[in-house]
């Protein structure tokens, strides 16, 4: 979604700003806040799930946006954490009526946020998003309560298909696998091998000196036979 930073007038971004910054001071219980020092008017959200529900224990990633006509028109809402949830559409978007027509522009950010951490509590089947949850809620609450959970557990709790807790870093994810040329990739001796290695380069220099002494004790005793063979020839002259 493209910023709307151009589009509101100064005094708006202001007072955005000033809020934005309240609440990243001072954040509602159980919601964490994620500004963005590029876009004032996207702000991402942690919300902890509520205990006694089947969202306790996770956390959802959510986003609010600011229309080019807020505060007059209302933010919309969005969870980038998947949930099992009658007010929650398979997109994320939410359904809640201070995001709607309940929504006066003296309401404030932090009403909204806390409202949105209300309905994990006390969902409106009514409103329904999702018609299966909402269904579910209304007829058969534990399989809302099963199917709610098991989706808590896989995307809200740190799990391999997680998207929970605070936005993720560029860096984050699978990254490209490493090429011929990563010098960590070249082929060559491990670092396991480079003891090793020097152990038998050691060796080596071992082998050589022992060989170098072997060869030097070697022609010492050939000079002395020389000599002494030199010695008799002397001793027949006379």
């Known amino acids: 979604m493209n910023s709307n930073v151009e589009n509101l007038p100064p005094h708006v971004l202001r007072l955005v700003y000033k809020?934005?910054?309240?609440?990243?001071?001072?954040?509602?219980?159980?919601?964490?806040?994620?500004?963005?020092?590029?876009?004032?008017?996207?702000?991402?959200?942690?919300?902890?799930?509520?205990?006694?529900?089947?969202?306790?224990?996770?956390?959802?990633?959510?986003?609010?946006?600011l229309g080019k006509d807020f505060p007059a028109v209302p933010p919309k809402g969005y969870f980038?954490?998947?949930?099992?949830?009658?007010?929650?559409?398979?997109?994320?978007?939410?359904?809640?009526?201070v995001l709607k027509r309940d929504w006066k522009a003296e309401l404030g950010l932090r009403h909204v946020l806390l409202t949105i951490k209300c309905l994990l509590i006390h969902p409106n089947p009514e409103s329904a998003l999702n018609e299966e949850a909402g269904r579910l809620l209304l007829e058969d609450y534990a399989e809302y309560e099963s199917r709610a959970r098991l989706l808590t557990e896989i995307h809200a709790m740190g799990g391999p298909g997680s998207t929970s807790g605070a936005p993720q870093d560029p860096?984050?994810?699978?990254?490209?696998?490493?090429?011929?040329?990563?010098?960590?990739?070249?082929?060559g001796p491990s670092a396991a091998a480079v003891p090793a290695a020097l152990g038998n380069g050691a060796n080596g220099a071992s082998t050589?000196?022992?060989?170098?002494?072997?060869?030097?004790?070697?022609?010492?005793?050939?000079?002395?036979?020389?000599?002494?063979?030199?010695?008799?020839?002397?001793?027949?002259?006379?």
């Not at 998947?82 to 939410?94: A, C, L, M, Y």
Request: glycine share 8%.
């Open 19 to 65: 809020e934005v910054s309240a609440l990243a001071a001072d954040p509602p219980e159980g919601i964490k806040i994620y500004p963005s020092e590029e876009d004032i008017t996207e702000l991402h959200t942690a919300i902890e799930g509520p205990e006694g529900t089947p969202f306790a224990g996770g956390i959802f990633r959510m986003r609010l946006v």
């Open 208 to 238: 050589l000196t022992s060989n170098s002494n072997n060869n030097s004790s070697s022609s010492t005793n050939n000079v002395a036979v020389k000599k002494k063979a030199d010695k008799k020839r002397a001793l027949r002259r006379l």
């Open 80 to 97: 980038l954490t998947k949930i099992f949830h009658p007010n929650v559409g398979h997109k994320g978007e939410i359904c809640v009526n």
């Open 171 to 187: 860096n984050d994810g699978p990254q490209p696998k490493k090429h011929a040329g990563d010098p960590t990739k070249r082929a």
